[in-house]
């Protein structure tokens, strides 16, 4: 099972182990990092070895299988307490993006099916539930795109923010899935990818990934943005999202509440591309999504070189809210909701 886009492989699933691109590296190294376990798992998503709110997802079910096949062998009690401990790792390792729990929710009913059956059928079923995830992942980006291609107009400069694209995903992406959709189709795009602060996931992924397929891209920082769409030089803004709240509001990096006043202050459209999955109903609005708070040290320095003064007070939260009024249109795999009202995203769910 690979997940591809310009010959790049986001999550490799060999039967035996999990290798995830170390996107830590990047864009100077190209590594990956293996997992035998559901703790290594867990680990590898908390350290941001793997990111981005569908590619956790997937990360997290494959966790489930290696843990299923790790105690293929274990009495049906140790097994359903490994396991346990193994949902409940995996559930802990961040709290925003809501794809690790619907990922893991869909695992547990898969185990739940095949409750005392042998440990190589339960392995067995968990492994082929995982590969389902990650590879329905790569068709509803490509559904995805599909839909969003068509509000792109030939020639647009599209702004987006953080990483979107197939190193987010099982392959391909969701906003940048927009962008490769529109280039597939002809028309002549580009892209103007705001550095993200503080972990550069724009400067360092979008980026390389825009690069590596030769789609124009310039890279800004972050507070250019509204110089860019003041001078009329940006057309629309697309972005991906960690949840969507029953309302519309809209979880994604921090920074993105930022674009969205921006693009409304200048009369822009604001997309979010999201798969279905990263819609949560249970949750009414953008005020209860969880907020992740990173560790200090992303913000006063990078890769071990320190800028901030010793004794500075940090804040470093992960995500932003997006009310729903600031947002054009949802972009999923089963269509563009626009406005994206609770009605409008219930009706997805049929």
């Not at 590619?55 to 790790?70: K, N, P, S, T």
């Not at 909701?337 to 409008?344: F, S």
């Amino acid at each position: 099972m690979a997940a591809r886009s310009g010959g790049v492989e986001t999550l490799r699933w060999t039967g035996h182990r999990l290798e995830l691109i170390d996107q830590r590296a990047l864009p100077q190294r190209l590594e990956y990092v293996a997992c035998a376990s559901a703790a290594e798992t867990a680990a590898a998503i908390r350290d941001m070895v793997v990111r981005g709110a569908p590619a956790i997802g997937c990360a997290a079910a494959f966790g489930v299988a290696l843990e299923a096949a790790r105690l293929r062998d274990a009495s049906d009690v140790a097994r359903a307490e490994g396991m346990h401990q193994a949902f409940a790792a995996l559930r802990a390792s961040r709290p925003t993006a809501v794809n690790l729990f619907w990922a893991l929710d869909r695992m547990q009913a898969v185990l739940a099916s095949v409750a005392g059956r042998s440990g190589a059928e339960i392995a067995a079923a968990a492994a082929a539930e995982a590969q389902r995830i990650s590879a329905e992942d790569i068709e509803i980006n490509r559904a995805m795109g599909r839909h969003g291609a068509a509000l792109v107009r030939d020639g647009a400069r599209i702004m987006t923010h953080c990483n979107a694209g197939a190193l987010a995903t099982a392959g391909y992406g969701t906003a940048l899935g927009v962008v490769r959709a529109a280039r597939d189709a002809g028309k002549r795009i580009s892209v103007i990818a705001n550095e993200t602060r503080p972990f550069l996931q724009g400067a360092r992924l979008t980026a390389w990934e825009l690069v590596q397929e030769r789609i124009p891209v310039t890279l800004v920082t972050d507070g250019m943005a509204g110089h860019l769409m003041q001078t009329g030089k940006v057309d629309l803004v697309v972005v991906g999202a960690d949840r969507v709240a029953a309302n519309g509001d809209v979880a994604n990096k921090i920074g993105t509440y930022t674009l969205a006043v921006l693009a409304a202050r200048h009369r822009l459209p604001f997309y979010v591309a999201a798969p279905c999955s990263t819609i949560d109903l249970s949750i009414r609005g953008g005020d209860a999504i969880p907020i992740e708070e990173r560790p200090p040290g992303e913000v006063t320095g990078f890769r071990g070189v320190r800028w901030a003064p010793d004794g500075v007070a940090v804040a470093n939260p992960a995500f932003d809210v997006t009310p729903a009024e600031l947002v054009t249109a949802l972009i999923t795999e089963r269509g563009v909701v626009q406005p994206p009202t609770e009605a409008g995203l219930r009706a997805l769910f049929g």
